[in-house]
Nanobody, 130 residues
Framework: QVQLVESGGGLVQDGGSLRLSCAVS????????MGWFRQAPGQEREFVAA???????????AHAEFVSGRFTISRDNAKNTVFLQANSLKPEDTAVYYC????????????????????WGQGTQVTVSS
């Protein structure tokens, strides 16, 4: 059974940065495609970033606010951990951030739909104050 535990959230001021971590157990992270999602109060869970099993492909939310590269997903196979570096944070980034994982035979595919991921962490709260 794959277990995911997020950490690194917290309260940060407008323009600040956070590095979110997702520790994976029960499977080596190199065998999984990974993703980060977020959910603000009263809103649906939305895709933020994804990385393929081999790390050869990454994908980010298709929105103008992400074009500037404020968010970066990466993985450290030696630590069995996936990261989300979030820079230049804005109040509208306030949400619970979730890590997700799925088995895949593809080294290149990334996944951005909630239903494509069977494994989820409990989430970590990110609050950006103005």
């Amino acid at each position: 059974q794959v277990q995911l535990v997020e950490s690194g959230g917290g309260l940060v001021q407008d323009g600040g940065s956070l590095r979110l971590s997702c520790a994976v157990s029960g499977r080596t992270v190199s065998s999984l495609a990974m993703g980060w999602f977020r959910q603000a109060p009263g809103q649906e869970r939305e895709f933020v970033a994804a990385i393929s099993r081999s790390s050869s492909s990454v994908a980010y939310k298709a929105h103008a606010e992400f074009v500037s590269g404020r968010f970066t997903i990466s993985r450290d196979n030696a630590k069995n951990t996936v990261f989300l570096q979030a820079n230049s944070l804005k109040p509208e980034d306030t949400a619970v951030y979730y890590c997700a994982a799925r088995d895949t035979t593809s080294n290149r595919d990334t996944y951005y739909r909630v239903y494509e991921y069977p494994y989820w962490g409990q989430g970590t709260q990110v609050t950006v104050s103005s």
